[in-house]
């Protein structure tokens, strides 16, 4: 099994919804933190949400209110749930995982660097 293996990814139109799953080995789930980033053509990667390994989470700007981040134990998966969705939510979507230095939170997970990802799942929002 690979460490990290996206899915759910898909085309729909604006203000459709999506989810989308990261199967994660368990080595990967027992990281105190989880993400989703997204990356754009011609843009930089972003965080979209993250959460600990106790459930918290913090969400971008962008997206809060509209997405929410899962992480679900008892089949070491991470969910993105993605509603109202926007064509600028157009994106490469992957998930990500790290036990940062410093677990003080979630927004030790928004700060830290990623040591490892999947392969990615693309989601197209159509106008």
């Known amino acids: 099994q690979a460490p990290l293996m996206e899915s759910g990814g898909g085309s729909v139109q604006t203000g459709g919804s999506l989810k989308l799953s990261c199967a994660a080995s368990?080595?990967?789930?027992?990281?105190?933190?989880m993400a989703w980033f997204r990356q754009a053509p011609g843009k930089e990667r972003e965080g979209v949400a993250h959460?600990?390994?106790?459930?918290?989470?913090t969400y971008a700007d962008s997206v809060k209110g509209r997405f929410t981040i899962i992480r679900h134990s008892a089949n070491n998966t991470l969910y993105l749930e993605m509603n109202g969705l926007k064509p600028e939510d157009t994106a490469v979507y992957y998930c990500?995982?790290?036990?940062?230095?410093?677990?003080?939170?979630?927004?030790?997970?928004?700060?830290?660097?990623?040591?490892?990802w999947g392969q990615g799942t693309q989601v197209t929002v159509s106008s």
């Open positions: 990500a995982a790290v036990t940062p230095l410093r677990t003080y939170g979630p927004l030790a997970c928004r700060a830290t660097r990623y040591e490892a």
């Open positions: 368990a080595v990967m789930f027992s990281r105190y933190c």
């Open positions: 959460i600990t390994d106790g459930g918290m989470t």
